[in-house]
Each structure stands twice: as structure tokens, then as C-alpha cells.
């Protein structure tokens, strides 16, 4: 893990701290201040916790000085991708941050600690993270603190508000005005308030539920707290600092729906837990210690669980649907039997566990034990399972997330059920003055809900296939051989959409939990649900659907984006027959540039391992893979013929594992590029010992990887006997005088054996590096992405050590690559 960095409080920080009402001499404020405190502390002091019934729940472990676990914030490079789904995301970025082990950590209590730079504290602070990674419950933790007197005391007043409550006013109203309605205790004070703008904060969460348009780039007008102004104009003109800019505004934000970074002196990003928190969690979450290490000890050793459990909503997920594996009341029985299956391992099988605990707990109240079969269980809940995966399913194809009363009785849901029902844990109630909306407390439970809806209602194998082709690719037959559950109104939607893959890319979720959802009735898990038998080709099934996917990766022309969501849809399904098919059609894999977290590392395994081939290339280069995604890949490695790795972040261990896939009496790599990783002498040791027995390597490419003097000691011996590699790259590492003098040995020993040992040595390396320099020009990302700097830094120390004062073409175009390098640094 990265070295965490907390910003300093400077000693005039921590004196203001102690004067609260420094701004303000009225003696009439201390009683509403105080009632706003004492209010602020009874909405904010506990957890909302569905798995406990429903909403707020009053025992002593949902306190939030209990339940809440601290998260990791750092700042934001603000270089995601809002087109993607957000849990990919977070887990790329997460995958980005913490291999290079240089973030900065900032615990929310100090988002607004002065600045390094000027010594001041931000007057805007914007914070982003994906749904469910923490934002409303750090910022609720902010206010909690202040109200208890423990943090952010500069400040007289702190006011919460909420977009999803500002979506009811359509009124132009002034900022006095909206202060007033939402805290009316405060009204008779709130000019007194206005009037010393610098003792205010102002937290405004969730603009992305904001359903007014901003315009951030309009005119800046000269209003006052007291002039009327449409919303969502008095929002823009309150976040940019044009009205009251001498307050301070915290803003939280989905990435799908940002504000400008220019408006803000510090942008930070929510990453959710770190191990320990996971962990920590876990502690909280369960009374039984031994329960707890259990949970977070089989978390911790699945990858798809590990990556999603750094999601706080996500772990509290895992943690209710492991709990019936884990239970440590020996009167219950065998836990492991009550739902008759093995603990969850996939995605899909984490929400199934989830759902079926959720229903078990409240359905079976007075009616049956924990020992009432499943089957049982999904029975006495399917209409209401029906009814949310039908709201679910059709909102989802039109991009809804928040349903109003009349939406719920539409699809036959009773509002009033959902205290007293297992809808608790899984619709959430927004209720205001005027009004209440509803939702699905996480987006992916939406998505869950939609795939098992459409999994239990559709029973032929052309309906699925037809329906996979819209859901994946936006393809849709001729209106008279629609298949159920899409019709003509949805192909008008998907139409509609800005682009022809946006509506897929909403689905790639949707479409994983389908297939994971389809085994699962394959297996017999959704019966009290699904009409049997499941389909009338019955065992033939899974080989047609292995059919289907054989034939996209055959013929069709796709992203890597959409390739990648294939291979993830294969291992939710985890049906050999399927995966057999589809698997040998793979015949090279482009992967450049994509971001790939462990768990996409553990698909492309999962997939890759049924394939009886040798992988002609697998190109992962600036993927951001790291030693353990690395690992994951680890078994299929030695059947890729070229093999690029190049700047992932990888160590001496993945040399190690490389050194072993060398060694292999299977091995078939021919080509291995591994330079821009820090490899170091040890790791490069490895690799010269590995390939003094290996015999298929033809080149190497090693360039910037840390190989020292030291990291030469075994070369001369090793690849002189290597009989098969015939080009070797080490240019751009300081390998001293004596590593030098070895190279020259290797030269005489080995006279086929083409190395390069600086960028001046070749014209096709020096135009690599002019290329690449190029695309860090176009794509300022890569820059702090994979830590091109310190790779940029030695280039110049290789070109600078070379002797480059000649006027042959090699010279010129080393001269042309240093000047490039030194003019991208000095703009970076």
C-alpha cells in the first residue's frame, strides 16, 4: 500500500478553531445554533442499515461513532471515464493509485486543511465517487462532527442539503428563502448568518440526483442571498463562488455528472476501503470476532469479492450474503445447508445469497426456520420479486433510477409494504415536505433485479440469443419476431440515445448478472420462481449459448471494451461446455492501454484456460495489471507466443513468475516485452537464470527496468548458452562500468545476438520512443497513469550517457527525441 499523506493544520488553523462565533457577535444566535446542532445530531448520529429492517435502525452497533469505517480519499487527476460504468471504474483507478504507490491519502475530516501550495484552506472542494463508495455517509460524518463540537469548529453554521430534495422546487426562490424553508428554526437568524459568509460551510450531496440543467458556463450574475433565482441557478452561482464567495462549499458528485474542476481549489476522489478497512468492516458488521476474520479471510481470497468489497455498499453486500455461511450459532445447524449451495464466488452468486437472506429473514416471520428449502422461500416473495424485476428491467432500458408512487403501483408494488417486507433491503423511500420518491438503493441491485426477471421469463433459446444481441449490441430482429420482454419502445429508446453503444455500455452489468442468473436456473436455484423444465433443448443449452459466443469472437468486429464484457459474461455463466466453445476462436487479444483490474485479469484467465491454442499475441501494455493481476494470468502466460507487458507497474515478483513461465518445459513465448517496469536487479537476476534454459525466447525487451552493475552478474554465463534468442533490449539502465564491460563479453561470446544496450544504438527504438513521446503529448493521462515521468527521466539519462554528437541519422533523431522529452517535462 501506498505511503498515506495527511495535509497539516498550521497553528492560525488551530487557533481559529476555538473561536466558533468569531465572525458573528450576536448573543441571539447561540439558542438557534444550538437547537441546529441538536437537530443535526439526532438525523445524523446513526447508520441507515437495510440488512436491519428498513431505514434508520436504533441499536447501539448502527451508531456511526460504531458502524462507520474510514475511507480513502485522494486527490483527483480527474482523468476517469464518465462513459463507462462506474464500478469498472473504481476498480481500474483503484488498480491505477495504488500501483504506483505515490498517493496522497486525505481523510475527509481534512478536506478543508490548508493548501501546501498557499497555505490556505479551500474554498471549494469538489469529492466524486461511484454510488455507494461512501460520499453521503463521510459528509454525514463531517456533520455529525461538527454538531457534536469534535471537528470544523471555525464554523458557526454548517447546512446540509440535498439534490434530490432541491429537484421539488420549480419556484424561482432566493438562497434566504430555501435556508428558511429547510430550517425554519434558523429563519429569524439566517441574515445575521449571511451577512459573515466566511463562518459558513455549505454541503450540497449528490448533484449528480439533480434532475435541473446547469449551465456552467453562463454569464456570472450579481445576485444576493436574498435575490429569486431559478435552482438551478442559485446552485451554479453558490458552487462557483459568484454569490457568498467567501463560504465554503463541500460537493459531492457521481462521475457521470461533474462539475468544472476550475471552479474548485481542491477536487478529491472517494476510493472507498483499503484492505484494512475491509476488514475493519467486517469487525463491525458481525459480534462474533471469529465470524468476522472467517468472512474477511474468504473475501480477502476471491478476487471478484476482494476488488468489490473495497465498495463500502458493496461489502455490506458480501457481508449479508456471507452471513449464512459463516454463522457461528451452532443451535441453527449446518448455515452452509440453509441456502443448499457453496458460499458465493461470483458476482452474480454474492446478490443471489443476498436476495434469498433478504427475503428468508422477513418472509419466514412466523412461518418456517432457516431450514425451509429456498424453493420455499423464493415462492412466498414471487410476486413482489416479479413486480421490483419488472420496474427494474424496463427503467433500466430508459436510464431511470428514481420511480414515483404511481411508478410502484403500476408494476403492482405496495408503497406501504416496504417497512414490514425484504422491499427494505432493497428499495430505498426519499421522503420531502410535498412529496416521496423511491429507488433501488444501489444501481447493481437494479441491474440484479432486471437479469433475474428477465432470466425467469424468458424460456426459449432464440428468445435469449435474440435478446442477448440487443442487450450487448443493440441489434434487434424485424418487428414481427420481437422476442418477449423488448419491444418497440425500447428500440425507439435505444435510438434515441446519444450514441449507438451507449445503451450497452449501461448493460454490460446487466448482461454479466444475466448470465450468472441463467446458470442458476440451469442449476435449479431459482425454483419457486421459474416455470420448469427451463428450456424445452434443455441439456443442449449451454453448448448453444457457448455457440453464441464462439460466433460474436468469430465474426464480429467489437471493442475491447465490449470483448472484455464477452469474457466476464463467460465467467458469471461458469459452464465449461459454453466457455469450451466460445474460448478457441481467441486467437490474439489487444488489450493496449486498458485498464484492467484483477478481476478482469481473472476473466481473461477464466476464458483462456479452455483454449487449446497458443495465443498468437496477448497485449497488455499500460493496463495497469500489477503483480497480483499478473499472478492471476499466471497459468495461461506460457501458451502467448508475444507477449507485451510493458509499463504495468510490475517488481522483482513478477519477474519471478515470469522466470518460472520461461522456464517451462510448455513454454511457447517467443517475443517478451517487459521494459518500463521496475524490475530491479533481483528480478532481472531471475530472468537471466531462466533463460539459460529456455529455448524458444527469440526477443527480449528490457528497457528502463532498473537493471543495475549488479543486475548484469549473471548475464555473460546464462545467455551464452541460450541458443534460441537473437535480440535483447536493455537500453535505459545504469549498468555501470562493469555491467558494461559483461555486455561486451556477451557480444563476443554470442556474435548472432543483436543487443541493444543504448537508444542510440537503433534507429526503430529511437522511433518508438519519438512515437511514444508523441502519444503522451495527446493523452496527458498516461503521464501520471503508469509514472512516464520517471521512464521520461531515464530516456534522457540513456540518451545523455550515449554518445549522441555525432550527425549520422541515429544521432539526429536522439537529439530530436531529447528535446521533446525535455520539452514534455517542462510542461508536465
Not at 97 to 115: G, K, M, T
Not at 346 to 359: F, G, K, N, Q
Request: aromatic share 8%.
Amino acid at each position: 500500500m501506498g505511503k498515506s499523506k495527511e495535509f497539516s493544520v498550521t497553528q492560525e488553523t488551530k487557533g481559529n478553531q476555538m473561536h466558533p462565533l468569531r465572525n458573528v457577535k450576536s448573543p441571539n444566535l447561540r439558542v438557534p445554533i444550538s437547537t441546529h446542532k441538536n437537530t443535526l445530531l439526532s438525523q445524523t448520529e446513526r447508520m441507515i442499515c437495510y440488512s436491519e429492517g428498513g431505514g434508520e435502525v436504533s441499536n447501539s452497533r448502527s451508531h456511526i461513532e460504531v458502524r462507520y469505517t474510514d475511507l480513502f480519499v485522494t486527490e483527483d487527476e480527474d482523468s476517469m471515464e464518465s462513459s463507462q460504468h462506474e464500478y469498472f471504474n473504481a476498480v481500474t483507478r483503484r488498480a491505477r493509485i495504488y500501483a504506483h504507490q505515490s498517493c496522497l491519502q486525505i481523510r475527509p475530516q481534512h478536506l478543508l486543511d490548508p493548501q501546501e501550495v498557499s497555505g490556505r484552506p479551500p474554498k471549494r472542494v469538489k469529492v466524486k465517487g461511484i454510488a455507494g463508495i461512501g460520499k453521503s455517509v463521510a459528509v454525514q460524518r463531517l456533520m455529525y462532527e461538527w454538531a457534536l463540537g469534535k471537528n470544523l469548529r471555525e464554523f458557526t453554521c454548517v447546512f446540509g442539503l440535498r439534490f434530490r430534495e432541491l429537484n421539488l422546487i420549480d419556484a424561482p426562490m432566493s438562497l434566504l428563502e430555501l435556508l428558511g424553508t429547510r430550517f425554519q428554526y434558523l429563519r429569524d437568524v439566517l441574515p445575521v448568518l449571511l451577512d459573515s459568509p466566511s463562518s459558513l460551510l455549505f454541503i450540497l450531496d449528490g448533484l449528480d440526483e439533480f434532475k435541473h440543467h446547469l449551465n456552467w458556463n453562463g454569464t456570472d450574475k450579481d445576485i444576493g442571498f436574498d435575490t429569486k433565482v431559478p435552482i438551478s441557478e442559485l446552485m451554479v452561482t453558490l458552487i462557483k463562488g459568484s454569490l457568498l464567495p467567501e463560504s465554503s462549499v463541500i460537493l459531492t458528485t457521481r462521475p457521470s455528472s461533474d462539475a468544472p474542476k476550475r471552479f474548485f481549489q481542491r477536487c478529491c476522489v472517494v476510493l472507498g476501503f483499503e484492505e484494512a478497512q475491509v476488514r475493519q468492516y467486517a469487525q463491525k458488521y458481525y459480534s462474533d470476532p471469529q465470524v468476522a476474520e472467517n468472512v474477511y479471510n474468504y473475501i480477502a481470497m476471491n478476487d471478484s469479492l476482494f476488488v468489490l468489497s473495497f465498495i463500502p455498499l458493496y461489502c455490506h453486500i458480501i457481508c449479508t450474503a456471507l452471513s449464512e455461511f459463516f454463522s457461528a450459532n451452532e443451535e441453527e445447524g449446518d448455515s452452509r445447508r440453509s441456502l443448499e449451495i457453496s458460499p458465493p464466488r461470483t458476482v452474480s452468486e454474492v446478490y443471489y445469497c443476498y436476495l434469498v437472506t433478504a427475503v428468508k429473514h422477513h418472509a419466514l416471520k412466523g412461518k418456517a426456520d432457516r431450514s425451509t428449502p429456498k424453493s420455499k422461500v423464493l415462492s412466498l416473495a414471487k410476486r413482489q420479486l416479479t413486480a421490483l424485476g419488472r420496474l427494474a428491467y424496463e427503467n433500466l432500458l430508459k436510464g431511470n433510477i428514481l420511480f414515483e408512487r404511481k411508478d410502484l403501483e403500476k408494476f403492482g408494488l405496495e408503497p406501504q409494504e416496504i417497512n414490514s417486507t425484504f422491499l427494505c433491503q432493497v428499495l430505498v423511500v426519499i421522503k420531502e415536505e410535498k412529496t416521496e420518491m423511491f429507488s433501488f438503493f444501489h444501481l447493481t441491485m437494479q441491474e440484479y433485479l432486471a437479469a433475474l426477471y428477465c432470466a425467469v421469463n424468458l424460456s426459449k433459446e432464440g428468445d435469449i440469443l435474440q435478446a442477448l444481441n440487443f442487450w450487448c449490441f443493440g441489434e434487434l430482429p424485424s418487428p414481427s419476431s420481437y422476442p418477449p420482454l423488448i419491444s418497440h419502445d425500447q428500440q425507439l429508446d435505444h435510438k434515441n440515445t446519444d450514441n449507438d453503444s451507449k445503451l450497452e455500455k449501461s448493460l454490460q452489468m446487466f448482461t454479466r448478472f444475466f448470465m450468472g442468473v441463467i446458470r442458476a436456473r440451469l442449476e435449479g436455484q431459482l425454483e419457486g420462481l421459474a416455470q420448469d423444465p427451463f428450456l424445452e433443448e434443455g441439456q443442449v443449452f449451454p453448448v448453444q449459448l457457448g455457440q453464441w459466443f464462439q460466433d460474436q469472437l468469430r465474426g464480429r468486429q467489437m471493442s475491447n471494451e465490449v470483448a472484455l464484457n464477452l469474457f466476464h459474461c463467460l465467467m458469471e455463466l461458469h459452464i465449461q461446455e459454453a466457455t469450451s466453445r466460445a474460448a478457441p476462436e481467441i486467437k490474439r487479444l489487444h488489450l493496449f492501454k486498458m485498464k484492467l483490474s484483477v478481476v478482469d485479469c481473472a476473466a481473461l484467465h477464466y476464458v483462456l484456460q479452455f483454449s487449446p491454442h497458443t495465443l498468437e499475441e496477448l497485449n497488455l501494455g499500460y493496463s495497469n495489471i500489477g503483480n497480483r493481476g499478473l499472478d492471476r494470468l499466471g497459468p495461461i502466460l506460457h501458451r502467448c507466443e508475444t507477449l507485451y507487458l510493458r509499463y504495468n507497474c510490475l517488481d522483482k515478483t513478477a519477474a519471478i513468475l515470469e522466470s518460472a513461465v520461461l522456464k517451462s518445459r510448455e513454454c511457447q513465448v517467443k517475443k517478451l516485452y517487459m521494459c518500463g517496469n521496475n524490475l530491479g536487479p533481483d528480478g532481472v537476476l531471475e530472468l537471466w537464470s531462466a533463460l539459460e534454459q529456455n529455448t524458444t525466447i527469440e526477443e527480449l525487451y528490457l528497457d528502463i527496468t532498473g537493471i543495475t552493475e549488479r543486475g548484469t552478474e549473471n548475464i555473460v554465463n546464462c545467455l551464452s548458452k541460450n541458443t534460441s534468442l537473437k535480440t535483447l533490449t536493455i537500453a535505459g539502465n545504469d549498468i555501470g562500468t562493469a555491467g558494461r564491460a559483461r555486455i561486451k563479453e556477451l557480444r563476443r561470446r554470442c556474435p548472432g545476438l543483436r543487443i541493444i544496450g543504448n537508444f542510440v544504438d537503433d534507429l526503430g527504438l529511437l522511433q518508438a520512443y519519438l512515437d511514444w513521446v508523441q502519444e503522451i503529448r495527446e493523452d496527458p493521462d498516461q503521464m501520471n497513469a503508469v509514472k512516464n515521468a520517471d521512464a521520461l527521466q531515464s530516456v534522457l539519462k540513456g540518451l545523455r550517457v550515449a554518445d549522441t554528437d555525432g550527425e549520422g541519422e541515429n544521432a539526429i533523431k536522439a537529439k530530436e527525441l531529447e528535446a521533446q522529452i525535455l520539452e514534455l517535462l517542462q510542461a508536465t
